[in-house]
């Protein structure tokens, strides 16, 4: 798993920006780092929304840092834009549809037990301009939100 102090993986992925966009990491990194990496195993689930409606209900704490927040899932582009839209999110949502990104970060998981296989685990990293991360949090339980007051000092410790 990467870490803090390791350089972010590269990653070219969908954009569900309201329309469909690509995003490669690294082009956007000078420009709106630092950036919040938020995996989450699936739209439309409780957890999930609460996770990124909390992140939209933070977002202005964000923004006064000159902070971006991406969501990631592997979820379909197409699913996220109306996630996003039922949600009133006004931050892009990665899809990581192709699990690639879920492997460069080794945050990979399955629920064998639903069978449902190859999702994200509910993980925050921070990455800073440079690309390196500075902050790092993966939860083995999907039930377990993140410690946005944490995030949020992280970013703003970067700056």
Request: proline share 4%.
């Amino acid at each position: 798993m990467v870490d803090v102090g390791d350089i972010a993986p590269d990653f070219t992925a969908p954009l569900a920006t309201g329309d469909v966009e690509s995003i490669t990491f690294s082009d956007r990194l000078e420009a709106e780092a630092p950036v919040v990496l938020a995996f989450f195993p699936g739209a439309f689930t409780g957890v999930c929304t609460t996770e990124m409606c909390t992140f939209q209900d933070r977002l202005a704490a964000f923004e006064a840092v000159d902070a971006t927040v991406y969501g990631v899932s592997v979820d379909s582009p197409f699913s996220l834009n109306e996630f996003r839209a039922q949600n009133d999110l006004n931050f892009d949502l990665v899809s990581d549809f192709e699990k690639e990104i879920i492997d460069q970060y080794d945050v990979r998981m399955d629920f064998d037990g639903l069978g449902v296989y190859g999702v994200a685990k509910r993980s925050v990293f921070v990455v800073e301009a440079d690309g390196t991360i500075s902050y790092a949090w993966v939860s083995d339980d999907p039930g377990v939100e993140p410690d946005y007051d944490e995030i949020e000092a992280a970013v703003d410790a970067g700056n």
